[in-house]
């Protein structure tokens, strides 16, 4: 086999030269870096050394690696989110409902914040049991006729009807629509995402279409959008104009206040009669291929986005 040649000698050569070197040409001997020359009884302390230092770190890192882990029941949740789920009240107000001592866990009256309830146990608000059920929120076109109620002592029709069989948990309406409005409805028992549309402060955005008993101005619609004074303060629409291809009596309007009939009661106060009223949206969510009287489960992409909305 040929080999290269460096300096007049063969790299086999130069490998037996270089081994020469490291063994310091005698058996049983070693060179170390800094030139000095051990013999094997040196060099298998050397090794005996290292190996027990390796034994050591070892069972260090061992005993490091083998701590306990602290344990966490991922079942266990705060007993303010239980009442939450529950559809009892918001995590803020359950907090309170804490402090005043209404709420026991297993027969013992519970005042702790961050008190955790483990599956199992009996939770008890002001004397009745209640569960922490699964979140359900459904969406209803409400037809006209059906007041937005739980119960009513009269035997009139309620929403209630319209969703019983939604879902298994009981719901409940975010806001109302008055008996003659239709329109959407949301029914949830999540009190936290509840409470989150219906306080002023996330004003939560709702457009109606609006039909009258007359036909309206251009100056009525800038009048809604200036603000009109009310019994209970000023109302003000965020937007006021005329339904593309409607009639004159038929106008839009989108604003974010939950007042009690808030829009009936505006145009009343320029002169206008509202003779029919329909919610076509509510916190971005649509009535689309929701065909009056139905409901539907929203999607989990709806929930995230009432959930992340200011």
């Given at each position: ?57 070892d069972y260090k890192d061992k005993l490091k690696k083998g701590d306990p882990l602290p344990s966490f029941n991922d079942d266990a949740i705060r007993l303010n989110k239980y009442l939450s789920n529950a559809g009892v009240c ?168 939950g007042k009690n009939r808030i829009v009936r009661r505006t145009f009343e106060a320029i002169g206008l009669i509202v ?36």
């Amino acid at each position: 086999m040929n080999t290269r040649k460096t300096g007049g000698r063969s790299n086999d050569s130069k490998d037996k030269s270089f081994k020469g070197r490291r063994s310091g040409g005698k058996k049983g001997t070693s060179t170390s870096r800094n030139g000095r020359v051990k013999n094997d009884g040196e060099s298998k302390k050397g090794q005996k050394e290292i190996k027990s230092r390796s034994r050591y770190i070892d069972y260090k890192d061992k005993l490091k690696k083998g701590d306990p882990l602290p344990s966490f029941n991922d079942d266990a949740i705060r007993l303010n989110k239980y009442l939450s789920n529950a559809g009892v009240c918001s995590r803020r107000e359950a907090d309170v409902l804490i402090k005043t001592g209404v709420v026991s866990v297993n027969g013992i009256q519970v005042v702790e914040m961050g008190y955790k309830v483990k599956p199992g146990d009996v939770v008890k608000y002001d004397g009745e049991s209640i569960n922490a059920e699964k979140k359900r929120y459904v969406l209803l076109n409400k037809p006209k006729g059906f007041i937005t109620t739980m119960d009513d002592p009269f035997g009139r029709k309620t929403v209630m009807g319209l969703v019983k069989k939604a879902c298994k948990e009981r719901v409940y309406p975010v806001g109302r629509l008055d008996k003659e409005t239709t329109g959407l409805l949301l029914f949830t028992n999540d009190g936290d995402l509840a409470k989150k549309l219906t306080h002023p402060r996330h004003k939560s955005s709702k457009v109606y279409h609006v039909e009258l008993n007359k036909k309206v101005s251009r100056e009525d619609l800038q009048k809604l959008l200036t603000g009109i004074k009310l019994e209970d303060g000023t109302s003000f629409f965020d937007k006021a104009e005329f339904v593309k291809d409607g009639e004159p009596k038929e106008v839009g309007v989108e604003l974010h206040s939950g007042k009690n009939r808030i829009v009936r009661r505006t145009f009343e106060a320029i002169g206008l009669i509202v003779t029919k009223l329909d919610r076509v949206t509510f916190a971005g969510l649509t009535k689309k291929d929701l065909p009056r009287g139905m409901y539907r489960h929203l999607t989990e992409k709806e929930v995230a986005f009432l959930k992340m909305t200011k």
